[in-house]
């Protein structure tokens, strides 16, 4: 009965550094979200993944921002040239069935997240 | 853009109070409006409201939606310490693929 899972749970990088962050979704769900939370702040949403393909990245703030779901299952969250301003607890959420269909509401599971630090 | 915002941004009473924590939002095209409660972790979810009027409950927790007025309210009875958290209120995107939340009210909750 595992939930979302995420790694690492911290992360201190120098600035200029890449980063990689990991995220689990629960077994079969189809739908998988990530958000970036900064201190103080409510989630705002970076990327969402139907399966393997990448439907929406409008939220990634800039082309350091790359993520993945090659097999549909796994993601990764990779930041290039870390910067200060990256610094934030980056949230995985994923969904069992396809998200932007109508009908009863399709919860989304949050991840523990990784709170990365950029020094 | 679509907006939410939540008030106040924290709070802080004594066990037994009843509290009232407010939200509003701008959207372009409102599907649902959902509450969560994130304890230093993973916001866990609370309620979904879709029409306007109807309370749902849940223990001492209970939330309304007003959509002609655009805004929800969730409100805690006889909090406790375990009810400090921060309640996060969220508006799904036009596209029905993300979550658009607010900055959050954090709440304390003093023995």
């Known amino acids: 009965g595992a939930g979302v899972s995420q790694s690492p749970r911290y992360k201190v990088a120098k600035r200029g550094q890449d980063v990689a962050l990991r995220c689990d979704p629960i077994?079969?769900?189809?739908?998988l979200f990530w958000y970036q939370q900064a201190l103080g702040q409510g989630p705002e949403f970076l990327t969402y993944?139907?399966?393997?393909?990448?439907?929406?990245k409008s939220g990634l703030p800039s082309d350091r921002f790359f993520a993945e779901r090659p097999e549909g299952s796994v993601s990764t969250l990779k930041i290039q040239r870390t910067q200060q301003e990256d610094s934030a607890v980056y949230l995985c959420a994923s969904s069992l069935f396809l998200s932007g269909a109508s009908g009863s509401y399709n919860e989304q599971f949050f991840g523990p997240g990784t709170r990365l630090t950029v020094l | 853009e679509d907006k939410v915002v939540q008030s106040p941004l924290s709070l802080v009473v004594h066990e037994g109070d009843t509290v009232t924590l407010n939200c509003s939002y701008e959207v372009t095209n409102f599907r649902s409006l959902l509450w969560y409660k994130q304890e230093k972790k993973a916001p866990t979810f609370l309620f979904m409201l879709t029409s306007s009027g109807i309370e749902k409950k849940s223990g001492r927790l209970s939330s309304i939606l007003d959509k002609k007025e655009l805004f929800s309210i969730l409100n805690i009875t006889a909090t406790q310490t375990g009810d400090s958290a921060v309640y996060l209120c969220?508006?799904?995107?036009?596209?029905?693929?993300?979550?658009?939340f607010g900055k959050g009210t954090t709440l304390s909750v003093s023995s």
């Open positions: 993944f139907q399966n393997e393909a990448q439907l929406d």
């Open positions: 077994s079969g769900h189809v739908s």
């Open positions: 969220a508006v799904m995107n036009q596209a029905g693929t993300a979550l658009i």
